[in-house]
T-cell receptor, first 110, second 112 residues
Framework: SQTIHQWPATLVQPVGSPLSLECTVE??????LYWYRQAAGRGLQLLFY??????ISSEVPQNLSASRPQDRQFILSSKKLLLSDSGFYLC?????????FGSGTQLSVL | GQQLNQSPQSMFIQEGEDVSMNCTSS?????WLWYKQDPGEGPVLLIA?????ELTSNGRLTAQFGITRKDSFLNISASIPSDVGIYFC????????????FGTGTRLTIIP
């Protein structure tokens, strides 16, 4: 069965610092991968998705970027964090019209 | 774009009660998914529905894909404390990979 590894679980970063969140998956090949953000008490917003290595689609204009250097690795980055980047970030694995989520990273930008 | 209206926003019930929540859309979806999210965790997929009129159960949970394809319902029977959390519906249109449209969530609280 598929497994999604997402880390770190929590992260506190100062404004203006860089960001790198990593997601790796196991038990599948050529998966569709997703990054979602969830504001406190709110729904999920799709940020990026990728259907293959080097293929990234951005859903909303923002301060973040994504990369997929390997088939089972999806990275969310920023060069300079903003206060508004705070939130709960979720990596998603899509397969057969189902989406499964990792355990999430709670990012606090101070 | 599509919007999913999920109701109620919150529910306060006593243990043992049954729960019903629903999602409605302004347009048609081909797949409906229901998730549960505990605090600080990622959403967990509960039930997936693929055909209009489909009724699917997962233990005490039952979900239905509305005939019009514009709505879906989730019922929880005989609620227990571990049912506490936020429930999200999500709709998918074929051909868009797994780019889901999510509802705003229903927060379930069980009153002791």
């Amino acid at each position: 069965s598929q497994t999604i590894h997402q880390w770190p679980a929590t992260l506190v970063q100062p404004v203006g610092s860089p960001l790198s969140l990593e997601c790796t998956v196991e038990g599948t090949s050529n998966p569709n991968l997703y990054w979602y953000r969830q504001a406190a008490g709110r729904g999920l917003q799709l940020l990026f998705y990728s259907v293959g290595i080097g293929q990234i689609s951005s859903e909303v204009p923002q301060n973040l970027s994504a990369s997929r250097p390997q088939d089972r690795q999806f990275i969310l980055s920023s060069k300079k964090l903003l206060l508004s980047d705070s939130g709960f970030y979720l990596c998603g694995l899509g397969t057969n019209e189902k989406l499964f989520f990792g355990s999430g990273t709670q990012l606090s930008v101070l | 774009g599509q919007q999913l209206n999920q109701s109620p926003q919150s529910m306060f019930i006593q243990e043992g009660e049954d729960v019903s929540m629903n999602c409605t859309s302004s347009s048609i979806f081909n797949t409906w998914l229901w998730y549960k999210q505990d605090p600080g965790e990622g959403p967990v997929l509960l039930i997936a529905l693929y055909k209009a009129g489909e009724l699917t159960s997962n233990g005490r949970l039952t979900a239905q894909f509305g005939i019009t394809r514009k709505d879906s319902f989730l019922n929880i029977s005989a609620s227990i404390p571990s049912d506490v959390g936020i429930y999200f519906c999500a709709g998918l249109i074929w051909g868009r990979n797994e780019k889901l449209t999510f509802g705003t969530g229903t927060r379930l609280t069980i009153i002791p």
